[in-house]
């Protein structure tokens, strides 16, 4: 069993920044790609951004490449996600998600998930 914590959501001002953070525990050896997904009112859950165990191989979804930076502090079991730049259309509730292979933006393969956090951004 792995417990997923998001934290960090609000709400903020269009063009303002966010920071989430995902806190795992548990047996921490499934959370070798950790993924980001949000879903809007009405809308299908759409994949964010997802990081791989070393930190180092990541993945963003289009509309977020530039403004969105995915990290992880296995110290701490922590993956982060830096949002700026946020735009109206970014609101939405925030999922962490984890699993041990796979494709990373195919969110049906997924073995665990947060309750999420909620992200509002104001025009």
């Known amino acids: 069993q792995v417990q997923l914590v998001e934290s960090g959501g609000g709400l903020v001002q269009a063009g303002g920044s966010l920071r989430l953070s995902c806190a795992a525990s548990g047996h921490t050896d499934v959370t070798y790609i950790t993924a980001w997904f949000r879903q809007a009112p009405g809308k299908e859950r759409e994949f964010v951004a997802a990081?791989?165990?070393?930190?180092?191989?990541?993945e963003y979804t289009d509309s977020v490449k530039g403004r969105f930076t995915i990290s992880r502090d296995n110290a701490k079991n922590a993956v982060n996600l830096q949002m700026n730049s946020l735009k109206p259309e970014d609101t939405a509730i925030y999922y962490c998600?984890?699993?041990?292979?796979?494709?990373?933006?195919?969110?049906?393969?997924?073995?665990?998930w947060g309750l999420g956090t909620q992200v509002t951004v104001s025009s």
């Open positions: 990081i791989g165990w070393n930190g180092v191989i990541t």
């Open positions: 998600a984890v699993k041990r292979a796979g494709t990373w933006s195919e969110h049906l393969t997924y073995e665990y």
